[in-house]
């Protein structure tokens, strides 16, 4: 057999995209990951890497300086990333979401504004949904955007959970605006948000305070955004109309489920590789641990979970790139990602025994990195009230 996680049917163009990828993550990533973790250190090194290497833009048409690649391709990547260091993926997908919200969504002057710069890395990018009292209740949002008589809009309100919260100078971020309509989603507008980059002040009403201490999912910067009296003018709405956010942001949380799907799969294989390298090193009772069956199954077990994911997040990335709608494809492959990357990484876990608890070894890392995927992007209960939902009208009786 191969080895886990290949792709059949891929481009000369995608494979070698791919391999590029890996060679970085292994001569790049993997040697300094675990250090830069644990010391909670941004990867700027890392970053202007992946900008040489064109993946801020790998999905930006070409006519705007990207590489106008699909989001297969760029699941991939994600896949490859993740399994060097789940944060580094972190600071591309943040980016990548507000990139793809302006290609579907965005103006031509939106677009020809923001789009090339984006495609260096010059502009980049973060957005914002959550708030301090919801997460997934998107309609329960607070922070108001209020229409002044010269058209331009003042936004109050705090959000929160915005990765690359500082060190992003664009933030798409959904507010209330009440612009009449009779349904509370046709009332929610998107609008992009200038800043500088840091902490503090960083535009006149936006204030970002400093990073929030996480378990996991270091490096990268998560932060709240705190908006008093910001003004924003109207043509910086997304898409040029108020009221459609709700359904521009589910339409970047589609992509988003895909990449977080295939960051578990880039954590799973990962935990998975150290797993049986371990099981042949290690021995007990005159033998390799491998050749113990309650190992060997464990490994079997472990590799097939991998593959199942890999072949849902392949699947649910291809549809997407079709135009339709995948909001179940989606949350079944972030659904079942996420589930097998926390078994996989607890698995590997327990091969490594009492060296897995000790921060010399990656595992360590992994195990924290894994429980992050069960939240991200949604939570596995409410993917399985879209998938659920979403049954019952297919299957209607």
Not at 166 to 179: M, Q, Y
Not at 183 to 188: E, G, R
Not at 313 to 321: E, F, I, P, Q
């Amino acid at each position: 057999m191969s080895r886990l996680c290949s792709t059949e049917g891929l481009t000369e163009d995608q494979t070698e995209i791919i391999r590029t990828v890996r060679v970085f993550v292994e001569k790049k990533i993997l040697p300094v990951a675990t250090e830069l973790e644990h010391n909670d250190e941004y990867p700027q090194e890392i970053v202007e890497g992946l900008k040489e290497l064109g993946l801020f833009g790998l999905m930006i048409p070409e006519q705007y300086g990207g590489l106008g690649e699909s989001l297969l391709t760029y699941a991939l990547c994600v896949e490859e990333i993740a399994r060097g260091w789940m944060s580094v993926s972190g600071v591309i997908n943040t980016h990548f979401i507000v990139a793809y919200l302006l290609m579907r969504h965005g103006t031509d002057a939106q677009k020809q504004k923001y789009l090339p710069r984006m495609a260096t890395g010059e502009v980049r990018g973060a957005f914002s949904m959550s708030e301090p009292g919801l997460g997934s209740d998107v309609a329960a949002i607070k922070t108001r955007a209020v229409k002044g008589e010269d058209g331009g809009y003042t936004i109050d309100g705090q959000k929160m959970w915005l990765t690359n919260g500082g060190t992003s100078n664009l933030i798409a971020v959904l507010t209330k605006s009440d612009e009449g309509a009779a349904s509370v989603y046709k009332n929610l507008t998107t609008f992009l948000i200038e800043k500088e980059v840091g902490y503090g002040e960083t535009a006149p009403g936006l204030t970002i305070p400093g990073k929030i201490d996480k378990m996991g999912y270091k490096g990268v910067d998560t932060t709240e955004a705190v908006f008093t009296g910001h003004r924003v003018s109207a043509d910086q709405i997304l898409g040029g109309a108020p009221g459609k956010g709700f359904y521009q942001m589910m339409d970047g949380v589609e992509v988003g489920r895909v990449n977080v799907a295939a960051r578990a799969c880039g954590i799973a294989l990962r935990a998975f590789e150290l797993a049986i390298a371990y099981a042949q090193q290690r021995e007990t009772f005159g033998k390799q641990i491998a050749d113990h069956q309650a190992i060997l199954f464990r490994l079997a077990e472990m590799a097939t979970k991998v593959e199942a994911a890999h072949a849902m997040t392949v699947k649910a990335a291809r549809l997407k790139d079709t135009g339709q709608r995948n909001d179940v494809g989606a949350g079944m492959a972030k659904m079942l990602a996420a589930e097998y990357c926390n078994e996989v990484v607890g698995d590997s876990f327990r091969i490594h025994g009492g060296y897995g608890y000790s921060k010399e070894y990656e595992i360590e890392r992994l195990y924290r990195e894994a429980a992050f995927m069960l939240i991200g992007e949604g939570t596995a209960d409410i993917q399985k009230m879209i998938i659920g939902r979403a049954l019952l009208a297919e299957y209607k009786l």
